[in-house]
Nanobody, 120 residues
Framework: QVQLVESGGGLVQAGGSLRLSCAASGSIVSSNTMGWYRQPPGKQRELVASITRGGTTNYATSVKGRFTIARDNAKNTVNLQMNSLKPEDTAVYYC??????????????WGQGTQVTVSS
């Protein structure tokens, strides 16, 4: 069993920044891909960014150039730095850990989610 605990969400004005953090514990599979997903109100969950153990990153087109994902394999943490936030970034953000190469949206382990609200 893997436990993921997110922190760092909140309310911010458009153009502002937030940093999300996720701490993983339990039966960690060190080779897992870590990622952040989000679910806007009334919409489906979507990938925001992911990072493999080796550091290869993948970003949603909508966040490229604004968000940066990073992980610390020794500490089992993954962070998401979000800059130039827009109202359309408003969503519940979820930390995820999954086996390498698995792309199904709802696969793997999930945190409880943290709310990010961007006001215009």
């Amino acid at each position: 069993q893997v436990q993921l605990v997110e922190s760092g969400g909140g309310l911010v004005q458009a153009g502002g920044s937030l940093r999300l953090s996720c701490a993983a514990s339990g039966s960690i599979v060190s080779s897992n891909t870590m990622g952040w997903y989000r679910q806007p109100p009334g919409k489906q969950r979507e990938l925001v960014a992911s990072i493999t153990r080796g550091g290869t990153t993948n970003y949603a087109t909508s966040v490229k150039g604004r968000f940066t994902i990073a992980r610390d394999n020794a500490k089992n943490t993954v962070n998401l730095q979000m800059n130039s936030l827009k109202p359309e970034d408003t969503a519940v953000y979820y930390c995820n850990s999954r086996a390498f190469g698995v792309t199904t949206i709802y696969a793997g382990y999930w945190g409880q989610g943290t709310q990010v609200t961007v006001s215009s």
